[in-house]
């Protein structure tokens, strides 16, 4: 049974960094690095948003352009993690921060097939 388990998240004033995690278990034989990983956000009354991902193999990534360059995904196979480094957080970027795993690197959330429950991140001074 997969499980996709995400913290990191907490309080931090406008401007500060987080670096969010994403460990994953059940993947067997070593699948982990065959799926592409990503994270999503949804903020209260909102939809749920891309926001990066990285492909298995390749570690290609891919960013919401509301992220872009303050954003920074990568994976580490051997711990079967995937992290999210965020800089310069603004008030937006307030939301439950989900992690996925799909086949592939895609914005659509659909094509994920195993979900974490989520971390809060709340920028706010």
């Known amino acids: 049974q997969v499980q996709l388990v995400e913290s990191g998240g907490g309080l931090v004033q406008p401007g500060g960094s987080l670096r969010l995690s994403c460990t994953a278990s059940g993947f067997s034989g070593g699948t982990f690095r065959t799926y592409a990983m990503a994270w999503f956000r949804q903020a209260p009354g909102k939809e749920r948003e891309f926001v990066a991902a990285i492909s298995g193999r390749t570690g290609l990534s891919k960013y919401a352009t509301s992220v872009n360059e303050r954003g920074a995904i990568s994976r580490d196979n051997a711990k079967n993690t995937v992290y999210l480094q965020m800089n310069n957080l603004k008030p937006e970027d307030t939301a439950v921060y989900f992690c996925?795993?799909?086949?592939?690197?895609?914005?659509?959330?659909?094509?994920?097939?195993?979900w974490g429950q989520g971390t809060q991140v709340t920028v706010s001074s």
């Open positions: 996925a795993a799909g086949s592939i690197r895609t914005m659509d959330p659909s094509a994920y097939v195993y």
